[in-house]
């Protein structure tokens, strides 16, 4: 049974054989801050905002996380 469960596991992958599968592209990393950004920005708190700029202090949506912070006033 074991076999039989190892040989459709590889037939079912896309890599070379006996290297476990293809692995998925590596997302854009600019495209995951700028969701984080957006998460955060929702979430509408000082706290959040300033997370992300801890985050990714030198990004440039870091400022746009400043300016946030400043219009909210708080």
């Not at 706290?47 to 400022?63: K, M, N, V, W």
């Amino acid at each position: 049974m074991m076999a039989t469960t190892c040989l459709v596991l590889s037939a079912a992958s896309n890599g070379p054989e006996g290297t476990g599968g293809t692995m998925i592209p590596p997302t854009d990393p600019e495209i995951v801050v700028e969701a984080e950004y957006k998460s955060f920005k929702a979430k509408g708190t000082r706290e959040a905002l300033e997370l992300f700029i801890a985050r990714h202090p030198d990004h440039p949506l870091a400022e746009k996380a400043r300016e946030d912070i400043r219009r909210l006033g708080k």
